[in-house]
């Protein structure tokens, strides 16, 4: 690793450090056309459903932000640490919901071809919808004693 930010990274955090859902469709200038999209939920093959699933998520939303607290990058590839902030009519009582995670991503020709997400799906949507969160709040609980 080096301590350059390549250029495509420095895109990509400007983008996401910007994102929200007036502008969701910034991400067409940082994802290259054959780009694979992991998270937790789902897999997106390509820039066009791509745009399309976070047009979706975006869709729901209030408010979203993203803060990049670290990141460790070469030339072609990246891991990004992340904080997410947002807000959802359906979800905690229509109060923000904060949610650490990491990314790891791979570059083409100047833009993100593959990105995958890393986060807790619990901690993002299950615990906070009514009835399910407090079973999964109990587990988490259990689990850790």
């Given at each position: 690793?080096?301590?350059?930010?390549?250029?495509?990274?420095?895109?990509?955090?400007?983008?996401?450090?910007?994102?929200?859902?007036?502008?969701?469709?910034?991400i067409?200038?940082?994802?290259?056309?054959?780009?694979?999209?992991?998270?937790?939920?789902?897999?997106?093959?390509?820039?066009?459903?791509?745009?399309?699933?976070?047009?979706?998520?975006?869709?729901?939303?209030s408010?979203?932000?993203?803060?990049?607290?670290?990141?460790?990058?070469?030339?072609?590839?990246?891991?990004?640490?992340?904080?997410?902030?947002f807000?959802?009519?359906?979800?905690?009582?229509?109060?923000?919901?904060?949610?650490?995670?990491?990314?790891?991503?791979?570059?083409?020709?100047?833009?993100?071809?593959?990105?995958?997400?890393?986060?807790?799906?619990?901690?993002?949507l299950y615990?906070?919808?009514?009835?399910?969160?407090?079973?999964?709040?109990?587990?988490?609980?259990?689990?850790?004693?």
């Amino acid at each position: 690793m080096n301590n350059v930010t390549p250029d495509w990274l420095s895109r990509f955090i400007d983008v996401y450090q910007q994102l929200g859902v007036d502008n969701v469709d910034n991400i067409a200038d940082i994802y290259h056309s054959n780009v694979i999209f992991e998270d937790p939920l789902h897999r997106v093959e390509g820039l066009a459903s791509l745009l399309v699933y976070f047009q979706g998520l975006y869709t729901n939303l209030s408010s979203c932000s993203f803060v990049i607290n670290n990141y460790f990058a070469n030339d072609e590839q990246a891991s990004i640490y992340w904080h997410m902030t947002f807000t959802h009519s359906k979800l905690n009582g229509a109060m923000p919901v904060s949610v650490e995670g990491h990314s790891h991503l791979k570059e083409v020709d100047g833009k993100v071809i593959y990105h995958r997400d890393y986060l807790d799906v619990g901690a993002m949507l299950y615990e906070h919808i009514p009835v399910l969160g407090h079973a999964v709040k109990f587990i988490k609980k259990r689990a850790s004693q």
